[in-house]
């Protein structure tokens, strides 16, 4: 599925349309539209400015905001409006599905946006009474003229949560310089982990790296094949590859490898100037044998054929 380009969390049901103040700008291109949670509304109320949707509560419950939209150009906008899951593109980027969430309600599918007019669009998300405790990213996603924007919603069910990862599939790419490996979210919150590296070898410490944030998100269920650079690794030398990744809440996983590094290039040159060596010192050995007089094996055809010489 192809990932959206998700400018901030969303969830919402209409409400009105407001005209903008006389003083107005120029019109603008049609594609200066934006979509952003209206101020004041969510689990947690606070001024304008929201980043994003954020709703909590229990199994069973309706939980209520509103999405404003904006239309700053000189001609009508229609807006179509969606609610999508979210979940980790393969490379750790944030993406939601293309089919809607049946969790959100929109007051309406599209909306027709006057010039210089905003509308505000209340939704609803009902929570399943069996629904799991922690986190359920989704998104509110816009579309028109083929130009999609996704508002993040931050959605979580109360109840017990768990911090949980692992780390797999690490292994040496000595191909690419690349240290590669997996992340799986095996809790039900959503993790921001961050990443310490070390690689020892048999003359010493090869690589260490202090623990840095990520650039992913790690959605509850999801995971993310990521790889860290190893621009100037060892021409000769075995190594133990160590990763430890932490997240908030007591996630921690660990996972080791190890990669050998010789100079198959170099080693098969040394090979061929011994081979060469040694051929030449028995070539050697030939001349000075038959210098002195001694007696040097020839093949068996040229034995035969001296004998019967001798006899005539």
């Given at each position: ?21 006389a003083a107005a700008a120029a ?139 692992t780390v797999e599939s690490l ?7 690349l240290i590669r490996y997996a ?130």
């Open positions: 599925m192809r990932p959206i380009r998700l400018v901030l969390p969303v969830t919402a049901l209409l409400l009105c349309a407001l005209a903008a103040p019109p603008t291109a049609s594609g200066d539209w934006t979509a952003a949670p209206a101020s004041g509304g969510g689990t947690r109320p606070s001024s304008d400015g929201r980043p994003y949707f954020y709703l909590e509560g229990p199994p069973g419950t309706v939980l209520q905001d509103t999405v404003s939209l904006s239309n700053p150009s000189g001609a009508p906008l229609t807006l179509r409006l969606r609610g999508a899951a979210a979940y980790n593109a393969t490379d750790g980027g944030f993406a939601v599905r293309r089919t809607p969430d049946p969790w959100i309600a929109l007051a309406a599918p599209e909306v027709k946006i006057p010039p210089h007019t905003r509308a505000d669009v209340p939704f609803a998300v009902t929570v399943p009474p069996g629904a799991q405790p922690g986190d359920h990213p989704a998104a509110l996603v816009a579309e028109a003229g083929g130009r999609e924007v996704g508002v993040r919603l931050q959605l979580r069910v109360s109840g017990p949560t768990l911090s949980a990862l292994r040496v790419d000595k191909a690419h310089g992340l799986v979210n095996r809790g039900n919150t959503t993790l921001a982990p961050r990443l310490a590296l070390r690689v020892d070898g048999v003359f010493g410490r090869a690589l260490d790296r202090p623990a840095k944030a990520l650039p992913v998100e790690l959605l509850p269920g999801q995971r993310v094949e990521l790889s860290e650079p190893w621009a100037h690794p060892p021409a000769l030398d075995r190594v133990t590859v160590r990763l430890d990744v932490t997240a908030d809440g007591g996630a921690h996983a660990t996972a080791g490898t190890s990669a050998a590094f010789v100079p198959w290039g170099a080693v098969a040159g040394a090979a061929l100037v011994v081979l060469g060596g040694a051929a030449a010192a028995l070539r050697l050995v030939r001349r000075r044998r038959r210098r002195a007089g001694e007696p040097v094996e020839m093949p068996l055809p040229e034995r035969e054929l001296a004998q019967t010489g001798a006899r005539q």
